[in-house]
């Protein structure tokens, strides 16, 4: 009888401690509510850039009016984020980084851009695989373009499980309140869109026969020529930059 109350006693003192465990290792966080959650702040952002974009259209912006216009397929985003992989870092003194892979997707008026991380808390000694949504800026920066990130979501991936979640308190008040500053974390990206250039024309003569004879002669020149992004509108999967031809100097 003793033998059965020691077991029993030893039974009652671990069920806590597989609680702890439980919640530790991830076994309480509702995937399903944080995917829900994703795609509301998904939709939302989306939402307002479309009527950003359309209230901008209807008051005149027209991605034909320029001397050109560049077409920046969402492959060439996504090949260019793709420099950020692997980077390391911190989001806060306990809380280290990596980026394991970058993902982007245009719409109609936003770029959503993707990062997987994989995210190890020094304090509560856990690894999380984090997903943290950001909003992608195209910025004209001179003779550059800039893209800018804004992270507005971070929520735990789906496939995380066992060790590689850790408790629901960590994501919300440890990772979640922390989007204002990983901001920082991540500088934007400089993608140098330089136009400046020059033509040579060779010399030429021309001879016409006839009353009067004449001889016609075009010295050798050299067109100098500068162009400069004046505006970017997103659409679906494609980015239209318009350039205007800034100057010309002949010599």
């Given at each position: 009888m003793k033998p059965l109350m020691a077991v029993g006693?030893?039974?009652?003192?671990?069920?806590?401690?597989?609680?702890i465990v439980r919640s530790i290792a991830g076994g309480n966080v509702d995937h399903a509510r944080y995917e829900k959650a994703r795609e509301a702040a998904s939709l939302e952002t989306r939402?307002?850039?479309?009527l950003l974009l359309a209230d901008r259209l209807q008051k005149g912006a027209d991605p034909a009016d320029a001397d050109l216009v560049l077409r920046l397929q969402e492959d060439f985003l996504v090949r260019t984020l793709q420099q950020m992989q692997g980077r390391e870092g911190w989001l806060d003194e306990?809380?280290?980084?990596?980026?394991?892979?970058?993902?982007?997707?245009?719409?109609?008026?936003?770029?959503?851009?993707?990062l997987d991380l994989l995210a190890r808390n020094e304090g509560y000694g856990v690894d999380l695989r984090l997903i943290m949504d950001c909003q992608l800026a195209l910025l004209p920066d001179g003779d550059a373009l800039l893209l800018e990130m804004e992270p507005y979501n971070v929520v735990p991936a789906a496939s995380a499980s066992g060790l590689l979640a850790p408790?629901?308190?960590?994501?919300?008040?440890?990772?979640?309140?922390?989007?204002?500053?990983?901001?920082?974390?991540?500088?934007?990206?400089?993608?140098?869109?330089?136009?400046?250039?020059?033509?040579?024309?060779d010399g030429t003569m021309s001879k016409v026969s006839g009353t009067p004879n004449l001889v016609i002669t075009a010295p050798r020149r050299i067109v100098d020529y500068n162009l400069r992004i004046k505006d970017i509108l997103l659409f679906d999967r494609v980015a239209l930059v318009s350039i205007d031809l800034e100057s010309v100097a002949v010599r």
């Open positions: 006693a030893i039974l009652l003192l671990l069920l806590p401690g597989c609680a939402y307002r850039g479309a306990e809380t280290r980084y990596r980026i394991d892979s970058v993902d982007a997707r245009m719409y109609p008026g936003s770029a959503l851009v993707t408790a629901e308190q960590l994501i919300e008040d440890v990772i979640r309140v922390k989007l204002g500053s990983m901001k920082q974390q991540f500088p934007p990206l400089r993608l140098p869109l330089r136009f400046d250039d020059q033509v040579t024309i």
